[in-house]
């Protein structure tokens, strides 16, 4: 299971999720979906269950939201943002 890593510093910007990594020298900024999503991951939630919470929320198909989570989630760790 996939967590974002526990030494990085969050906060909630006007709906957006912004991530500093003192390790990385790096500021990352993502939208409200993607606060979202690294909200159940930090909560243990699986990608299905990710995607069961925006299907709830956003107006769009299950395969749209389950692709969409799959991207965050590899864009997250392509950041170096999770850990295992």
């Known amino acids: 299971m996939v967590r974002p890593r526990s030494d990085l ?3 909630e910007i006007d709906g957006d999720l912004v991530v500093l990594d003192s390790n990385g020298e790096q500021i990352h900024q993502f939208n409200a979906p993607a606060r ?3 909200a159940r991951l930090a909560s243990g939630d699986t ?3 990710i995607a069961d919470t925006l299907i ?3 107006n769009a198909t299950r ?3 389950e692709a969409d989570v799959e ?3 590899s864009q997250f760790d392509k950041l170096g943002l999770l850990e295992n």
């Open 9 to 11: 510093t969050i906060e």
């Open 36 to 38: 979202i999503i690294w």
């Open 47 to 49: 990608q299905t269950q």
């Open 56 to 58: 709830r929320k956003f």
């Open 63 to 65: 395969e749209v939201i």
């Open 71 to 73: 991207k965050m989630i």
